[in-house]
């Protein structure tokens, strides 16, 4: 029995004469797991927040939708209220109460529910999601990752029928977004709740759909299970398919005629059976691992050549950023977030931050762009100490901060007004970053194409995907022209075919002497195009590493590709690596 059916649908905004969605026709089954993805941009959340009257936003509608065979509209607020769960992006923008235990009990509070079911549901809730532990804390000393967890027992706890989920593991570390997707899946398996999600970490949830449904220019144009998705976007070389599961990247990557792996375990024995297939020797096994030692050395080198370069320039160079045993903490009497940290960047170097939520990595961004102030210990930039740069001096030119949440840099009502915004307007006017003979018009045009906001100039920011609000973000960020760029979470919400853009953008701006210094929970990315990766823990750097050689020494912390094949290539830490491995052993 289909429990949601998509007839025909269309939408656009006000004011657009571009359609978002058009002719998307769905059905979705009653106790399945169904996944929708596709590019940034392409829908998907709006076509998922048209499935809660509330959430929808304003525009022209066409078509019908569906809800166990009666229209959405004439489903009454109530029933969609108890009977359709939705969980958001962002938790802090579903947290209504101040009290973990208020929190479980507000849905069913607003639905007139008597206090003897609500204690059994809140009580059944905090033990099947494993809060009681923080049961009664207050919200705000949650970590991202408790918040998220919180959000999706509250919802639970209204016993919907249908659980939608948009980009839930967006702003979660690895090791958190793993564990919240395990959670769903075992909602999906144990109660039989009806399961609709957007994602782009597919690793974790992919394999274990019953259907996935691929959307591209706000058309639905793919449908199937996992493996029938797969190999559809790898016929079609079709840019998705680079959002696959690691372990199905890598298989296309050869020509095997094995079952395709969708998951680690299963990317393991698949390894080992093609090893068999083909003939691979141990002897040539082990020159595979020789040549990307050497590889890594190599890049070793030139990154170190690069330095010694800007070294040679102006002997005893001061790093790019440095951090001197600092101390911070947010109250007098609070405990202290940041605890004696000592951090340095080098010109010119990439540098990635990663580890749990709530360690404090966003503090320290915050710390470097000035929005707080250390208690105790030192930052520098460039030599100097951060504490005597004007706002004009740091903010103009020289420091470049993308923030977590990209909405809280929007000034204007639409895309193309903000982008001019950061450079003073549509009139021309002389300044020392945009002279008079410097056409706005021409910088535009370049971050715009850049950054690929060409057909979203008139929309306004806050109806941007997740994705496409990140690139207009970096975009304002771009346009002054930073020396050091400090990003926090860049790639949340981007598709993999946009991460791979703004790869080489970085790493092109990197080739023209930019600092990057970068907070992700993206290892994928993170071991694709940083120099050096920290990992932070309770406040401080445990250790800091070359990107290779840190990935390759974690069991837990690291790459699908790396867990995939560290058995027999435990220096291969990208789906690019094993491929050259198992393509190219000798």
Known sequence: MNLVEIKDFGFSYPESSRKVLEHVNLNIKEGTLNVIMGRSGCGKSTLLRQLKSVLAPAGEKEGEILYRNIPLRDTDHRTQSQEIGFVMQNPDNQIVTDKVWHELAFGLESLGYDNATIRLRVAEMASYFGIQKWFYK??????????????????????????????????????AASDFLETVK??????????????????DIIPYADRVFV?????????????????????????MFLSMPVPMQIY???????????????????????????????????????????QGEKNEN????????????????????????????????????????????????????VGGNGTGKSTTLSLLGRVHQPYSGRIYLDGKDLRSFSDRELYCGYLGVLPQNPQSIFLKKTVLEDLYSVIGGRKEKPSNEYPISMKKEKAIEGIVSLTHLEGLLERHPYDLSGGEQQRLALAK??????????MDEPTKGMDAEYKEELGSILKKLQSH?????????????????????????????????????????????????NRMARGLFPEAVTGKDVVSCLTNPS
């Open 513 to 561: 002497g930019m600092t990057i210094f970068m907070i992700s929970h993206d290892v994928e990315f993170v071991a694709e195009y940083a120099d050096t990766t920290g990992l932070f823990f309770e406040g401080n750097v445990v250790i800091s590493k070359k990107t290779r050689d840190f990935f390759a020494g974690n069991n837990f912390y690291t790459t699908a590709a």
């Open 302 to 353: 030139e990154t170190a050549g690069f330095f010694g370069h800007l070294k040679r320039q102006k002997e005893n160079t001061p790093p790019a950023i440095q951090m001197k045993d600092v101390w911070f903490r947010y109250e007098k009497d609070s405990p202290d977030v940041i605890q004696n940290l000592s951090l340095e960047v080098k010109k010119g170097e990439f540098y990635a931050l």
């Open 477 to 486: 960020v771009l346009l002054l022209r930073p020396k050091i760029l400090l």
């Open 186 to 203: 075992k909602i999906n398996r144990d109660i039989g709740t009806t399961v609709l999600l957007t994602e782009h970490r597919l690793q």
């Open 215 to 239: 959307m591209d220019e706000g058309t639905l144009f793919l449908e199937g299970t996992p493996r029938e998705i797969g190999t559809k976007l790898k016929e079609q070389h079709h840019g």
């Open 252 to 294: 296309a990557g050869t020509d095997s005629s094995l079952t395709c792996p969708l998951t680690v375990s299963q990317g393991r024995q698949w390894i080992r059976d093609y090893i068999e297939e083909k003939g691979i020797t141990k002897e040539q096994i082990q020159q595979a691992n020789q040549r990307l030692e050497r």
């Open 138 to 175: 207050n919200v705000s000393e949650l970590s991202g990752g408790q918040k998220q967890l919180l959000n999706l027992a509250s919802v639970m706890a209204m016993h919907p029928s249908l659980l939608i989920l948009d980009e839930p593991t967006s702003q979660l570390d690895p090791i």
